[in-house]
């Protein structure tokens, strides 16, 4: 497997994207719904790594969204259902984590859901590190959401 920005122009990242979000909408309501789309991750402020096989197929993704020079976010990781649960979501959070910690970033932080379906990712980030904190950056208290923070 390869790890490498992702300059957000193919189709099949489109299409990747294009189905987290599809799949974020259809278990959380619009207004807790805080994946971003194709266009929020162009943003200057946000970069976005894939993970391939050998033969170039998208099997995961995450972004790091830089709120300032010393606290990072992670955003859009997802891995492709055939792939869950076979190392792919570490493999990429570990490196994050390596990346934030690179560009100098002492704090990583992040919004996923409280429901039943993100127990698993919620479980991945508490393996590395990971605890509750309260509401960051523009983030609001939302039931459906839980926060979580480390230094790095």
Same mark, same amino acid.
């Given at each position: 497997?390869?790890?490498?920005?992702?300059?957000?122009?193919?189709?099949?990242?489109?299409?990747?994207?294009?189905?987290?979000?599809?799949?974020?909408?259809?278990?959380?309501?619009?207004?807790?719904?805080?994946?971003?789309?194709?266009?929020?991750?162009?943003?200057?402020?946000?970069?976005?790594?894939?993970?391939?096989?050998?033969?170039?197929?998208?099997?995961?993704?995450?972004?790091?969204?830089? @709120?300032?020079? *010393? $606290?990072?976010?992670?955003?859009?990781? #997802? +891995?492709?259902? /055939? &792939?869950?649960?076979?190392?792919?979501? =570490? @493999?990429?959070? *570990? $490196?994050?984590?390596?990346?934030?910690? #690179? +560009?100098?970033? /002492? &704090?990583?932080?992040?919004?996923?859901? =409280?429901?039943?379906?993100?127990?698993?990712?919620?479980?991945?980030?508490?393996?590395?590190?990971?605890?509750?904190?309260?509401?960051?950056?523009?983030?609001?208290?939302?039931?459906?959401?839980?926060?979580?923070?480390?230094?790095?």
């Amino acid at each position: 497997m390869k790890i490498a920005v992702d300059d957000l122009s193919g189709p099949e990242i489109a299409a990747f994207l294009a189905e987290h979000v599809s799949e974020m909408r259809s278990i959380t309501p619009p207004e807790s719904k805080h994946a971003l789309d194709l266009d929020g991750l162009r943003r200057y402020d946000v970069t976005l790594w894939t993970v391939t096989e050998d033969d170039g197929t998208i099997v995961g993704c995450g972004a790091l969204k830089w @709120l300032d020079r *010393e $606290h990072a976010e992670v955003k859009s990781m #997802r +891995t492709a259902a /055939r &792939r869950k649960r076979s190392g792919v979501a =570490s @493999l990429l959070l *570990e $490196h994050l984590i390596a990346e934030a910690r #690179r +560009t100098g970033h /002492r &704090r990583l932080s992040l919004e996923t859901g =409280s429901d039943p379906f993100f127990a698993p990712a919620r479980a991945l980030y508490a393996k590395h590190g990971f605890a509750p904190c309260e509401p960051f950056a523009d983030y609001r208290p939302d039931p459906l959401s839980v926060y979580l923070t480390r230094t790095i």
